[in-house]
Protein backbone atom coordinates (compact mmCIF):
# COMPACT_ATOMS: atom_id res chain seq x y z
CA UNK A 1 0.00 0.00 0.00
CA UNK A 2 1.79 2.96 -0.84
CA UNK A 3 1.41 6.25 0.69
CA UNK A 4 -0.44 9.08 -0.95
CA UNK A 5 1.67 12.43 -0.55
CA UNK A 6 -0.69 15.48 0.39
CA UNK A 7 0.02 18.08 -2.88
CA UNK A 8 -0.84 21.84 -3.21
CA UNK A 9 -0.84 23.72 -7.15
CA UNK A 10 -1.90 26.74 -8.41
CA UNK A 11 -1.33 28.98 -10.92
CA UNK A 12 0.04 32.32 -10.76
CA UNK A 13 0.28 35.58 -13.08
CA UNK A 14 1.81 38.78 -13.69
CA UNK A 15 2.14 40.31 -17.29
CA UNK A 16 2.73 37.69 -19.50
CA UNK A 17 4.82 35.06 -16.77
CA UNK A 18 2.62 32.38 -15.95
CA UNK A 19 3.50 30.25 -13.29
CA UNK A 20 2.70 26.53 -11.87
CA UNK A 21 3.54 25.27 -8.38
CA UNK A 22 3.40 22.80 -6.51
CA UNK A 23 3.54 22.52 -2.54
CA UNK A 24 4.84 19.26 -1.35
CA UNK A 25 5.57 18.57 3.18
CA UNK A 26 9.15 19.16 3.24
CA UNK A 27 12.00 20.51 4.22
CA UNK A 28 11.72 24.00 2.54
CA UNK A 29 13.72 23.41 -0.50
CA UNK A 30 12.13 25.93 -3.77
CA UNK A 31 13.18 24.51 -7.47
CA UNK A 32 11.97 26.45 -10.27
CA UNK A 33 12.52 25.01 -13.51
CA UNK A 34 14.76 22.31 -12.23
CA UNK A 35 17.16 24.86 -10.77
CA UNK A 36 17.54 25.89 -7.18
CA UNK A 37 16.04 29.07 -6.08
CA UNK A 38 19.87 30.90 -5.91
CA UNK A 39 21.00 29.31 -9.17
CA UNK A 40 17.37 30.92 -11.41
CA UNK A 41 17.45 33.82 -9.73
CA UNK A 42 20.75 36.14 -9.70
CA UNK A 43 19.31 39.06 -7.78
CA UNK A 44 18.85 38.80 -3.94
CA UNK A 45 15.75 41.08 -4.66
CA UNK A 46 13.45 38.36 -6.51
CA UNK A 47 14.53 35.49 -4.39
CA UNK A 48 13.10 37.75 -1.63
CA UNK A 49 9.32 38.37 -3.52
CA UNK A 50 9.57 34.09 -4.30
CA UNK A 51 9.72 33.58 -0.37
CA UNK A 52 7.32 36.49 0.56
CA UNK A 53 4.11 34.10 1.62
CA UNK A 54 6.36 31.52 3.22
CA UNK A 55 7.92 33.52 5.67
CA UNK A 56 4.64 35.72 6.28
CA UNK A 57 2.44 32.19 7.03
CA UNK A 58 5.66 30.80 9.01
CA UNK A 59 5.30 28.28 6.81
CA UNK A 60 9.20 28.12 5.05
CA UNK A 61 10.61 25.18 5.99
CA UNK A 62 7.51 22.98 5.66
CA UNK A 63 6.66 23.24 2.47
CA UNK A 64 8.59 22.30 -0.74
CA UNK A 65 8.19 24.93 -3.59
CA UNK A 66 8.11 23.32 -7.10
CA UNK A 67 8.15 25.97 -9.84
CA UNK A 68 7.71 25.68 -14.14
CA UNK A 69 7.63 29.21 -14.79
CA UNK A 70 7.73 30.60 -18.39
CA UNK A 71 7.24 34.47 -19.99
CA UNK A 72 7.82 37.49 -19.08
CA UNK A 73 11.10 38.82 -17.37
CA UNK A 74 12.94 38.03 -14.15
CA UNK A 75 11.19 40.40 -12.31
CA UNK A 76 7.79 39.37 -13.76
CA UNK A 77 8.64 35.87 -13.05
CA UNK A 78 9.36 35.78 -9.57
CA UNK A 79 6.27 37.89 -8.84
CA UNK A 80 3.93 35.46 -10.86
CA UNK A 81 5.97 32.94 -8.47
CA UNK A 82 4.60 34.65 -5.56
CA UNK A 83 0.98 34.84 -6.65
CA UNK A 84 1.09 31.35 -7.07
CA UNK A 85 2.52 30.08 -3.77
CA UNK A 86 0.30 32.53 -2.14
CA UNK A 87 -2.56 30.73 -3.99
CA UNK A 88 -1.29 27.01 -2.89
CA UNK A 89 -1.00 28.23 0.60
CA UNK A 90 -4.69 29.15 0.60
CA UNK A 91 -5.74 25.83 -0.92
CA UNK A 92 -3.55 24.07 2.20
CA UNK A 93 -4.48 26.35 5.03
CA UNK A 94 -8.09 29.06 4.42
CA UNK A 95 -6.82 30.65 7.82
CA UNK A 96 -3.68 32.23 6.37
CA UNK A 97 -6.49 34.58 3.48
CA UNK A 98 -7.06 37.56 6.36
CA UNK A 99 -2.62 37.65 6.75
CA UNK A 100 -2.11 36.93 3.17
CA UNK A 101 -4.66 39.81 1.78
CA UNK A 102 -3.52 42.39 4.08
CA UNK A 103 -0.23 42.29 2.53
CA UNK A 104 -1.63 42.41 -0.76
CA UNK A 105 -0.62 39.21 -2.08
CA UNK A 106 -3.71 37.60 -3.15
CA UNK A 107 -4.74 40.07 -5.36
CA UNK A 108 -3.47 39.53 -9.31
CA UNK A 109 -2.23 42.55 -10.67
CA UNK A 110 -3.72 43.83 -13.59
CA UNK A 111 -0.86 45.52 -15.29
CA UNK A 112 0.01 44.70 -18.70
CA UNK A 113 1.97 46.49 -21.60
CA UNK A 114 -0.21 48.83 -23.41
CA UNK A 115 -0.39 48.25 -27.27
CA UNK A 116 1.60 50.54 -29.64
CA UNK A 117 -0.65 52.47 -31.70
CA UNK A 118 -0.51 54.17 -35.10
CA UNK A 119 0.86 57.59 -35.33
CA UNK A 120 2.76 57.19 -32.47
CA UNK A 121 6.53 56.01 -31.37
CA UNK A 122 5.00 53.68 -28.83
CA UNK A 123 2.18 53.25 -26.26
CA UNK A 124 2.09 56.84 -25.80
CA UNK A 125 4.94 58.98 -27.03
CA UNK A 126 4.20 60.94 -29.79
CA UNK A 127 6.54 62.61 -32.79
CA UNK A 128 8.46 65.59 -31.99
CA UNK A 129 6.11 68.84 -32.60
CA UNK A 130 7.40 71.33 -34.71
CA UNK A 131 5.56 74.65 -35.29
CA UNK A 132 7.32 75.16 -38.77
Do not use: C, W
Not at 11 to 19: I, L, S, Y
Not at 52 to 73: A, F, H, M, S
Not at 94 to 111: E, Q, V, W
Amino acid sequence: MSEETVEFSRTGKRKTAVARVRLLPGNGSVTVNNRSLDDYFGRPTSRMIVEQPLILTETKGQYDVKVNVRGGGIAAQASAIRHGVTRALLEANPDFRSMLKKAGYITRDPRKVERKKYGRHKARKRPQYSKR
